[in-house]
Protein backbone atom coordinates (compact mmCIF):
# COMPACT_ATOMS: atom_id res chain seq x y z
CA UNK A 1 0.00 0.00 0.00
CA UNK A 2 1.10 3.59 -0.80
CA UNK A 3 2.22 5.98 2.19
CA UNK A 4 -0.38 8.34 0.58
CA UNK A 5 -2.94 7.05 -2.18
CA UNK A 6 -5.41 9.90 -4.00
CA UNK A 7 -7.34 9.30 -6.96
CA UNK A 8 -5.82 11.18 -9.57
CA UNK A 9 -9.00 12.36 -10.90
CA UNK A 10 -10.25 14.41 -12.67
CA UNK A 11 -13.04 15.14 -11.13
CA UNK A 12 -14.97 17.54 -13.50
CA UNK A 13 -17.61 19.59 -11.73
CA UNK A 14 -19.68 22.27 -12.86
CA UNK A 15 -19.27 26.03 -11.11
CA UNK A 16 -21.03 25.81 -7.90
CA UNK A 17 -21.09 22.43 -7.41
CA UNK A 18 -19.64 20.72 -3.27
CA UNK A 19 -17.02 18.46 -4.41
CA UNK A 20 -15.02 16.11 -1.88
CA UNK A 21 -12.19 14.10 -2.61
CA UNK A 22 -10.40 11.73 -0.14
CA UNK A 23 -6.74 10.81 0.78
CA UNK A 24 -5.66 7.49 2.67
CA UNK A 25 -2.65 7.06 4.25
CA UNK A 26 -0.63 3.87 5.69
CA UNK A 27 1.07 5.46 8.89
CA UNK A 28 -1.22 4.63 11.44
CA UNK A 29 0.81 7.00 13.95
CA UNK A 30 -0.44 10.02 11.51
CA UNK A 31 -1.97 12.59 13.53
CA UNK A 32 -2.19 15.52 10.84
CA UNK A 33 -2.10 16.27 7.61
CA UNK A 34 -1.80 18.98 4.94
CA UNK A 35 -3.52 20.08 1.73
CA UNK A 36 -1.59 21.85 -0.67
CA UNK A 37 -2.65 23.15 -4.23
CA UNK A 38 -0.78 23.28 -6.73
CA UNK A 39 -1.99 24.81 -10.42
CA UNK A 40 -0.18 23.53 -14.07
CA UNK A 41 3.17 23.67 -14.07
CA UNK A 42 3.47 25.94 -10.73
CA UNK A 43 4.68 25.80 -7.32
CA UNK A 44 2.65 24.13 -4.52
CA UNK A 45 0.98 26.38 -2.32
CA UNK A 46 -0.05 25.40 1.54
CA UNK A 47 -4.08 25.45 1.68
CA UNK A 48 -4.77 24.28 4.81
CA UNK A 49 -3.24 21.77 7.57
CA UNK A 50 -5.96 19.28 9.16
CA UNK A 51 -6.02 17.76 12.38
CA UNK A 52 -7.68 15.26 14.26
CA UNK A 53 -10.53 17.91 14.89
CA UNK A 54 -10.93 19.12 11.63
CA UNK A 55 -10.48 22.40 9.69
CA UNK A 56 -12.96 24.77 7.64
CA UNK A 57 -11.71 27.97 6.06
CA UNK A 58 -14.63 29.61 4.12
CA UNK A 59 -15.66 26.97 1.77
CA UNK A 60 -12.86 24.48 2.33
CA UNK A 61 -13.07 21.88 4.82
CA UNK A 62 -10.74 19.45 5.15
CA UNK A 63 -11.38 15.96 8.11
CA UNK A 64 -9.33 13.40 9.23
CA UNK A 65 -10.28 9.91 9.80
CA UNK A 66 -7.91 8.45 12.19
CA UNK A 67 -9.92 4.82 12.46
CA UNK A 68 -10.22 4.74 8.54
CA UNK A 69 -6.92 6.46 7.69
CA UNK A 70 -7.86 8.74 5.44
CA UNK A 71 -8.36 12.09 5.10
CA UNK A 72 -10.49 14.32 3.20
CA UNK A 73 -11.13 17.69 1.47
CA UNK A 74 -14.33 19.26 0.59
CA UNK A 75 -15.23 22.39 -1.58
CA UNK A 76 -18.48 24.10 -1.45
CA UNK A 77 -19.68 26.19 -4.47
CA UNK A 78 -16.97 25.62 -6.54
CA UNK A 79 -15.35 28.40 -8.44
CA UNK A 80 -13.76 28.23 -11.80
CA UNK A 81 -10.42 29.16 -10.09
CA UNK A 82 -10.90 26.58 -8.19
CA UNK A 83 -9.06 24.16 -10.88
CA UNK A 84 -5.87 22.61 -9.55
CA UNK A 85 -4.31 19.88 -8.71
CA UNK A 86 -4.52 19.55 -4.85
CA UNK A 87 -1.94 17.26 -2.95
CA UNK A 88 -2.20 15.42 0.30
CA UNK A 89 0.79 15.50 2.72
CA UNK A 90 1.86 13.38 5.58
CA UNK A 91 4.18 15.04 7.63
CA UNK A 92 5.09 12.03 10.03
CA UNK A 93 8.06 10.52 8.98
CA UNK A 94 11.73 9.97 9.53
CA UNK A 95 13.79 13.12 10.03
CA UNK A 96 12.43 15.80 7.39
CA UNK A 97 10.77 14.05 4.96
CA UNK A 98 7.60 14.98 3.92
CA UNK A 99 5.59 12.26 1.68
CA UNK A 100 3.17 13.52 -0.97
CA UNK A 101 0.14 12.17 -2.78
CA UNK A 102 0.35 12.14 -6.52
CA UNK A 103 -2.42 14.82 -6.35
CA UNK A 104 -6.29 14.70 -7.25
CA UNK A 105 -7.17 16.95 -10.50
CA UNK A 106 -9.82 19.52 -10.49
CA UNK A 107 -11.45 20.61 -12.76
CA UNK A 108 -14.51 22.83 -12.50
CA UNK A 109 -16.83 23.96 -15.92
CA UNK A 110 -18.78 26.59 -16.72
CA UNK B 1 9.38 41.08 -0.61
CA UNK B 2 10.99 37.67 0.84
CA UNK B 3 10.68 34.37 -0.74
CA UNK B 4 12.87 31.74 -3.06
CA UNK B 5 13.75 31.85 -5.75
CA UNK B 6 15.09 29.72 -8.28
CA UNK B 7 16.90 29.92 -11.22
CA UNK B 8 16.56 29.02 -14.50
CA UNK B 9 13.18 28.57 -15.04
CA UNK B 10 14.17 26.14 -17.72
CA UNK B 11 16.90 24.19 -18.14
CA UNK B 12 18.46 22.04 -20.65
CA UNK B 13 21.04 19.49 -20.58
CA UNK B 14 23.21 17.56 -23.05
CA UNK B 15 24.33 13.87 -22.04
CA UNK B 16 27.26 14.12 -20.39
CA UNK B 17 27.36 17.27 -18.87
CA UNK B 18 26.75 17.90 -15.28
CA UNK B 19 24.02 21.30 -14.43
CA UNK B 20 23.18 23.49 -11.63
CA UNK B 21 20.44 24.54 -10.47
CA UNK B 22 20.22 27.71 -8.05
CA UNK B 23 17.75 28.39 -4.78
CA UNK B 24 18.05 31.58 -3.18
CA UNK B 25 16.19 32.00 0.18
CA UNK B 26 15.74 35.26 1.55
CA UNK B 27 13.44 34.25 4.71
CA UNK B 28 16.05 33.85 6.85
CA UNK B 29 15.03 29.98 6.80
CA UNK B 30 17.18 27.43 8.54
CA UNK B 31 16.37 24.00 6.37
CA UNK B 32 16.24 23.72 2.82
CA UNK B 33 15.24 20.99 0.33
CA UNK B 34 14.93 19.51 -2.96
CA UNK B 35 12.36 17.89 -4.19
CA UNK B 36 11.80 16.28 -8.02
CA UNK B 37 8.72 15.88 -9.66
CA UNK B 38 7.62 13.70 -11.96
CA UNK B 39 4.04 13.63 -13.95
CA UNK B 40 1.79 11.50 -12.19
CA UNK B 41 3.99 11.56 -9.10
CA UNK B 42 4.14 12.80 -5.82
CA UNK B 43 7.36 15.13 -4.83
CA UNK B 44 9.99 12.92 -3.74
CA UNK B 45 13.00 14.34 -1.44
CA UNK B 46 16.39 14.32 -3.07
CA UNK B 47 18.27 16.28 -0.67
CA UNK B 48 17.83 18.28 2.10
CA UNK B 49 20.17 20.37 4.94
CA UNK B 50 18.99 21.55 8.09
CA UNK B 51 21.82 24.10 8.95
CA UNK B 52 24.88 25.34 6.84
CA UNK B 53 27.66 22.67 5.97
CA UNK B 54 25.00 20.11 6.62
CA UNK B 55 22.75 18.32 4.45
CA UNK B 56 21.22 14.71 3.85
CA UNK B 57 19.79 12.44 1.36
CA UNK B 58 16.61 12.02 0.58
CA UNK B 59 14.81 9.34 -0.73
CA UNK B 60 16.28 9.76 -4.48
CA UNK B 61 20.00 11.11 -4.50
CA UNK B 62 21.75 9.19 -6.00
CA UNK B 63 23.21 10.87 -9.08
CA UNK B 64 22.69 14.63 -7.64
CA UNK B 65 24.97 16.94 -5.66
CA UNK B 66 24.01 19.81 -2.77
CA UNK B 67 26.43 22.31 -0.85
CA UNK B 68 24.90 24.48 1.64
CA UNK B 69 27.83 27.49 1.93
CA UNK B 70 25.69 29.83 3.27
CA UNK B 71 21.93 29.91 4.46
CA UNK B 72 20.58 31.39 2.12
CA UNK B 73 21.55 29.27 -0.84
CA UNK B 74 21.23 25.45 -1.77
CA UNK B 75 22.43 24.63 -4.91
CA UNK B 76 21.71 21.21 -6.88
CA UNK B 77 23.67 19.74 -9.43
CA UNK B 78 22.62 17.00 -11.06
CA UNK B 79 25.18 15.17 -12.63
CA UNK B 80 25.81 12.82 -15.88
CA UNK B 81 25.56 9.75 -13.38
CA UNK B 82 21.59 11.03 -13.24
CA UNK B 83 20.25 9.06 -15.90
CA UNK B 84 16.86 10.55 -16.08
CA UNK B 85 16.87 13.67 -15.02
CA UNK B 86 13.98 15.15 -17.07
CA UNK B 87 11.69 17.09 -14.11
CA UNK B 88 10.42 19.72 -12.74
CA UNK B 89 12.99 20.34 -9.51
CA UNK B 90 11.00 22.41 -6.83
CA UNK B 91 13.35 24.16 -3.70
CA UNK B 92 11.42 24.54 -0.41
CA UNK B 93 12.66 25.97 2.77
CA UNK B 94 10.99 25.80 6.42
CA UNK B 95 12.00 28.19 9.25
CA UNK B 96 13.02 25.07 11.06
CA UNK B 97 14.51 22.00 10.48
CA UNK B 98 11.42 20.57 11.21
CA UNK B 99 9.38 20.79 8.17
CA UNK B 100 5.30 20.26 9.21
CA UNK B 101 5.61 21.96 6.66
CA UNK B 102 8.14 23.52 4.30
CA UNK B 103 5.52 26.32 3.65
CA UNK B 104 7.58 27.84 0.87
CA UNK B 105 8.64 26.63 -2.19
CA UNK B 106 10.11 28.23 -5.15
CA UNK B 107 8.38 28.43 -8.50
CA UNK B 108 10.49 25.47 -9.92
CA UNK B 109 13.55 24.36 -12.40
CA UNK B 110 12.16 22.56 -15.49
CA UNK B 111 15.10 20.51 -16.15
CA UNK B 112 14.97 18.50 -19.75
CA UNK B 113 17.56 16.76 -21.80
CA UNK B 114 18.50 17.77 -25.15
Known amino acids: RKEVEQDPGPFNVPEGATVAFNCTYSNSASQSFFWYRQDCRKEPKLLMSVYSSGNEDGRFTAQLNRASQYISLLIRDSKLSDSATYLC???????????FGTGTRLQVTL | DGGITQSPKYLFRKEGQNVTLSCEQNLNHDAMYWYRQDPGQGLRLIYYSQIVNDFQKGDIAEGYSVSREKKESFPLTVTSAQKNPTAFYLCASSMTPDPKPPQHFGDGTRLSIL
Open chain 1, 89 to 99: VDPTGTASKLT
